[in-house]
């Protein structure tokens, strides 16, 4: 039994180890992160390099699509979508093309 218990707390620490290794690096603040959460376009945008209406367009997100969407971030102000004074940008995976788009142009459903 001691040995059993022995064997347990080696594999424990082991473990534990591997949790507590160095920190993974952290993404630079112009990578686009998406998880998996359906988002709709209320309205036809331009899907941005950056979170900027000066950031090169990457494509359009048209109005009623479906995409994959991460969180919001705060970026560049636009006046989109009903907005005036937007600065909210969400991540967006929109058939291939990652990039962002004005908070406020889209839903969830």
Same mark, same amino acid.
């Given at each position: 039994m001691r040995k #059993? #218990?022995?064997g347990a707390a080696t594999t424990m620490v082991a473990v534990a180890s591997l949790a507590f290794s160095a920190p993974a690096q952290a993404?630079?603040?112009d990578t686009v992160s998406?998880?998996? %959460?359906n988002c709709i376009a209320k309205e036809s945008v331009r899907i941005?390099?950056?979170k900027s209406t000066s950031a090169t367009s990457l494509g359009l997100f048209p109005k009623g699509a479906g +995409?994959? @969407?991460?969180g919001s971030t705060e970026g560049g102000t636009y006046t989109a979508c009903g907005h005036t004074n937007g600065f909210?940008? &969400? +991540? &967006?995976?929109?058939?291939? %093309?990652?990039?962002?788009?004005? #908070?406020? @142009? %889209?839903?969830r459903p």
């Open positions: #059993l #218990l022995a993404a630079s603040s998406v998880q998996a %959460i941005r390099k950056s +995409a994959e @969407c991460g909210f940008w &969400i +991540a &967006i995976n929109y058939q291939g %093309i990652k990039g962002y788009v004005a #908070l406020y @142009c %889209i839903t």
